[in-house]
């Protein structure tokens, strides 16, 4: 068995967490399709990767299984919410005009 240590966990997760940030930041203040579209596909596979360790994570506990489930929810409905027509006319308008991003401040 090959094992890679923490250190390779946590700069696997840096990255990880990196690029999720990446792709927030061309959505929210670049209004990147690109982005946008790259993200739903990442929520779509690990929402599908999901489904096979609900078991594991019962074993862990109950709490650990739901506390993942609602993750999973919540980054669904944050992409939902891209979709909507607020989200639609800020996309278009490539974050110039249309849509003022000072409201979330």
């Known amino acids: 068995q090959a094992g890679f240590g923490a250190g390779f966990l946590i700069l696997t997760q840096g990255i990880s967490f990196a690029i999720l ?3 927030w930041y061309f959505i929210a203040r670049r209004a990147s399709t690109v982005a946008k579209w790259i993200l739903v596909i990442l929520t779509a596979i690990g ?4 489904l096979p360790t609900l078991g594991t994570l019962a074993e862990r506990g109950l709490f650990t299984m739901i506390v993942a489930l609602i993750i999973t929810a ?3 409905f944050a992409l939902v919410c891209l979709f909507r027509a607020d989200a639609k006319v800020w996309f278009k308008s ?4 249309g849509a003022d ?3 979330f401040r």
Not at 94 to 97: A, D, E, H, L
């Open 74 to 76: 919540m980054q669904i």
């Open 101 to 103: 991003p000072d409201i």
């Open 47 to 50: 929402t599908v990767a999901i």
């Open 94 to 97: 490539r974050g110039q005009s």
């Open 21 to 23: 940030l990446l792709l």
